[in-house]
């Protein structure tokens, strides 16, 4: 979720008032939210790890694809019983919490892409908690290697966009489905190796000659 509104952007550094003491008999956020927890590349890679399950087993039942301005995205799945996510127990606790995907480490915040590159705001109504405390965000995030994170973010957010664009400018079905295979092929279906850098594996398939040709509009490379 983006913010027009720049006067309250965050930096990392920045505190902000996100504690909810351990999210204590709470877990309204993991409920009811249709398919908007979305995933990128390194929320799969540490589902990986968590699971030991590739993305093609995932998709038997933890998370569903996703269809945002023509470009196919993973997202997680609402159980149909209980409208929660997959990964809730029942005590109502986060089984994956060390490796939970970047939007559920976010909340009650959003980010903001512009100019000035990556910065966060708060969602003021959509914790229910009320009396939060103020937490330094970076902190709040629990991400190793925060910079390359948000570098990571930054860079995805921007080839999502491009990859719109052009799925959009050529309007063609078959355009727009020869983009998708070679999209979610790229950066979710061919496994990573969860024992190795997370942002090297990136850059590499970034640099596939068949995504380069998504980007540059060419059905021929695609």
Known sequence: MENNNTEMLLGANDMAKLGCNDCAGCSDCCRGMGDSILLDPYDIYMLQAAVGQTFSQLLRDPIDLHVEDGLILPAIRMQEDTDACGFLSKDGRCSIHSHRPGLCRLFPLGRNYDEQGLRYFVLEDACRIGSRTKVKI??????????KYEQFLTVWHDLKKRI???IAEHGSDEYAQKANV?????FYQTPYDTEQDFYLQFDSRLANERIAGIIGGSPAAV
Do not use: M, S, Y
């Not at 709040?140 to 910079?147: D, R, S």
């Not at 070679?182 to 790229?186: A, I, P, Q, Y």
């Open 138 to 147: 970076k902190k709040w995030l629990e991400i190793g290697q925060l910079p």
């Open 164 to 166: 719109q664009e052009q």
């Open 182 to 186: 070679v999209f979610l092929e790229t």
